[in-house]
């Protein structure tokens, strides 16, 4: 790999990305999915900036820390809504929110790095 | 259309897309292309980051503010370089100058009425 | 613009992604979001080739046709499904079957002229 | 994983999308950008459609194979480009033919699996 230094951020926000399509798409066949929009609603927005995190970062762009700081304050909010229905024995919920919590700490890294 | 308020925004951001990506391409049809590398880059991350706005103001996102923010930043990086290319007769550097410059104002209205 | 060639087919496509959004999360928003969950998934998945759509056609991609050719094919399914939580008052699927079907005729006129 | 029927083919394309932009933005910097502009073309479009690819897997989508078959065109095209760089010495082209070759066939296989 040529630009090592982002590498396990890019990573996290690519995985971060899948995760949460997959959460949404799982919360819709859902029994209770009137319950469950916030999150979905959430995972899409997750999805939209992780993008442009793992793009920017790739392309080694000029505002790289700037869309990883987003992509924590979206990580993060995508997570806390998660963790409420990941408690409640929803699997796709728990592998998404621990998926944005990884992104959300890779993120940080890579700003306290660059 | 039904969430008009950031219609104006959102379109913007959609056209600023097509021609940063076209400015890109272009760019590498050129004779000389090395000088062209700064520009390339940033229609390539201007891409990135006006999608990521397209979809989160078209999803209603929480973050759609901050993300207007990051998209006036990166609008204007690109604009002002294009703008040094299309004075010496690039007619790609030029529209793509404009059309990150009409992003970034409707951005900037997007925030204020938000 | 520089490559007037495919810009309908390539506003056609940007205006589909942003309507296929908005009706996402505006059929969340509807109190029977259980019988629009087929809908979601088809707007989000239109979202996802009309953005490589858009993007292979403005950087003028080999594979043009063939992404168009897909582009078609969710189109109309997604306007399939819309059209009939149209015909039930949902405004947003109306539009978003309307801007569906104009980017099934825009890529069908591309694939035509290329 | 939740659908795990398919993430191998999804961590594959979006391997492969940071390894494409990676490959451009390292084309950019190489003295001969002349002879590389083709292989920024390449690596530019095949980042649009495994984006495609990785977001349709994940919505579970109802044009997964297309998208798929669409895939392995692309990252073969790509590779092909590449490869005759990786044998000049470009690191890059080469971590970025590997990428396209394995999304290729990580993508062969979801077609004869689904």
């Known amino acids: 790999m040529i630009q090592t230094k982002f590498q396990s951020c890019i ?16 919360c819709l066949n859902e029994k209770d999915v009137a319950h469950l929009k916030k999150c979905i609603q959430l995972n899409l927005e997750c ?3 992780c ?4 793009n920017v970062l790739s392309l080694d762009g000029k505002f ?3 869309i990883c700081k987003l992509c924590i304050e979206i990580c993060n909010a995508c997570a806390d809504e998660c963790e409420a229905h990941a408690n409640m024995g929803m699997e796709h919920c728990k592998e998404c ?3 944005c919590r990884k ?5 940080e890294e890579m700003i306290k790095a660059a």
Chains 1, 2, 3, 4 share one sequence.
Do not use: R
């Open 103 to 107: 992104c959300a700490q890779a993120c």
């Open 51 to 54: 993008q442009a995190a793992a």
């Open 11 to 26: 990573e996290a926000c690519l995985n971060c990305i899948a995760l949460c399509n997959q959460c949404a798409v799982a």
């Open 97 to 99: 929110a621990e998926a």
């Open 47 to 49: 999805v939209a900036i």
């Open 64 to 66: 790289s820390k700037e």
